[in-house]
């Protein structure tokens, strides 16, 4: 049989911005991609909210409804409640859809809906001229509880079946986690399966299986970047396309997703001005018309004076989507300026910027100055005063 995992799309990330189209049409991509498949897999943050907003539902609908264009070749061992007679879906939910149990989470609505068949501590068996695939599905729990819900659930390998467990949680190694959490290592994975597929972590790797290891976990990293780290920048976005029959397994990188660059800067001791002309020849190289990558420049070393990454953002605006992290050291003059610090309310008006959004009604500058002076009560009375009803 022939199986496709697609993981992380993050439906509605940056959702009435520029880049709003991008989880759309990145996970549309795989989705035709995947119209000759048995079976289409997705190990969890379907949606990048819990609550979706009900434009992103539909366009979510219409994406996984790609599946309903292609043909039911398997049968199942239960009742998948799919409208139509399309390529059986199958998801677990993930840390972005996670709700309390008596509250509807996306994915359960999904399945209400008859657009997937939803996964939690349970598995289906679906059959194609006798040979048989077994899914096998934990949905996203609490880190520190993943242990004991995976042991609970301690799914068994169905018998003559290539048995597929997903998961959707931080594995030891395979993800930068702080240290004081609890969370699954190798050793809690269960024995027995020919495939282990695990959502959550953005950046695909097979090795495991190409390796032939007894615990074959394979991550199919997301469809589209939301955080431009450095080894997002080295690894395409994609899916997955298994052989169950051959045991064969592929990425298949998809066409839709925007390039991810990450540019380093060393700087020693320049000043601003001059920081900004060499950054500048940097972004001048990777500008492509009529393309906007993600673009994550980091700077390093040491400046004089003030930065103001403000300006580079500014002067690329139309060419790509700029991300500016800098951990220069500005020396301390005479004087007892605290460079550093407005060098943090600076960063601070980036990161508000971006996580809040610009719509949102917030004197930044002076939440930050107030926060600066210490006054941390008086920064929150001014953001709870934020109104963000729209
Ligand atoms: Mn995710």
Request: hydrophobic share 35%; proline share 5%; charged share 35%.
């Amino acid at each position: 049989m022939k199986v496709s995992i697609i993981s992380d799309t993050h439906f509605g990330y940056k959702w009435g911005e520029e880049r709003g189209e991008d989880t759309f049409e990145n996970a549309k991509e795989a989705f035709e991609e995947s119209l000759d498949s048995d079976i289409i897999l997705l190990p969890g943050d379907i949606f990048d909210k819990k609550i979706p907003k009900q434009e992103v539902l539909d366009r979510a609908f219409d994406v996984v409804a790609t599946a309903m264009e292609g043909e039911r070749t398997v049968e199942s061992d239960k009742d998948l409640g799919m409208l139509g007679d399309g390529i059986p879906v199958v998801a677990i939910h993930g840390t972005h859809e996670r709700r309390p149990s008596s509250y509807t989470n996306p994915i359960e609505l999904m399945a209400e809906s008859g657009h997937l068949y939803h996964l939690h501590n349970d598995q289906v068996v679906f059959e194609k001229n006798g040979q048989k695939v077994a899914v096998h599905g934990m949905s996203g729990v609490p880190e520190k509880y993943a242990p004991r819900v995976l042991k609970k659930f301690s799914p068994e390998p169905v018998e003559d079946a290539f048995n597929i467990l997903l998961l959707h949680q931080s594995i030891e190694g395979f993800v930068y986690t702080p240290e004081d959490e609890d969370y699954l290592t190798l050793e809690d994975l269960p024995e027995g399966f020919d495939l282990i597929v695990n959502g959550h972590i953005h950046w695909y790797n097979t090795e495991k299986f190409d390796e032939g290891d007894d615990k074959p976990l394979v991550l199919p990293g997301s469809t589209v970047t939301t955080q431009m780290r450095k080894i997002e920048a080295e690894k395409d976005k994609g899916f997955l396309e298994l052989d169950t029959e051959n045991k064969e397994l592929d990425f298949v990188p998809l066409d839709s997703p925007r390039d991810v660059h990450y540019v380093e800067l060393e700087v020693e001791g320049e000043e601003w001005s001059k920081v900004k002309e060499l950054a500048k020849e940097k972004l001048e190289d990777i500008t492509v018309p009529g393309e906007k990558p993600l673009v994550n420049l980091k700077i390093t070393g040491e400046t004089e004076g003030r930065i103001n990454p403000r300006e580079l953002k500014q002067l690329f605006r139309g060419d790509m989507f700029l991300n500016i992290n800098s951990s220069v050291k500005t020396p301390s003059r005479e004087g007892g300026t605290d460079l550093d610090s407005i060098d943090a309310v600076e960063e601070g008006k980036e990161i508000l910027e971006e996580k809040v959004g610009t719509d949102v009604e917030v004197n930044q500058e002076d939440f930050f100055s107030l926060l600066e002076k210490g006054s941390a009560s008086e920064a929150l009375e001014m953001l709870k005063e934020v109104d963000t009803s729209d």
